[in-house]
C-alpha cells in the first residue's frame, strides 16, 4: 500500500486548501483513512478521519473547518480546509489501516496506523 499526499502550500489566514491522498494497492475492507498533522516541536495529531462507510470524525480544533471525504473517481480520500488559521500550520500526513468493526476516530493513535505518505506542508500566515 502507497500513500501519496499533494495539494499543500501557503495562504493567507482565512483562506483555503484542498489536500488529495491518493491511496494504492489493495487492503481489504474495513479500512479507516485519516489525516494527522505535526508542527514544528509537537506530537503528532489526528485530525479527521473516514471509516469504510464514510462515516466521519474530526478533532475539536478542526470541526466546522474541515471536511474529508472520498473520490471513488480519482481513488483519492481529500481534505477541505476551510477558515484556516495559522495553528493549522504543519506537515499533514494521510494513513491508512484495517480497523475491527470500522473501531477507528480522529483519536485514534498514531501506532494504529501502518501505512503512511510522505507528507504535504502547509503554512498558514496572519
Sequence with gaps: VILTESGGGSV?????????CR??????????VAWFRQAPG????GVAILDSDDRTDYSD????RFTI???????TVE???????PDDTAMY???????LM?????????????HWGQGTQVTVSS
Design 42 to 45: 509537537k506530537e503528532r495529531e
Design 69 to 75: 471525504s472520498r473520490d471513488n473517481a480519482k481513488g
Design 93 to 99: 500526513y494521510c494513513a491508512t489501516d484495517k480497523f
Design 23 to 32: 491511496v494504492s494497492g489493495y487492503m481489504g475492507d474495513g479500512n479507516c
Design 79 to 85: 481534505l477541505q480546509m476551510d477558515a484556516l488559521k
Design 102 to 114: 470500522d473501531d477507528c476516530g480522529s483519536g485514534s493513535p498514531t501506532s494504529d496506523f501502518g
Design 61 to 64: 480544533s478542526v470541526k466546522g
Design 12 to 20: 493567507q489566514a482565512g483562506g483555503s486548501l484542498r489536500l488529495s
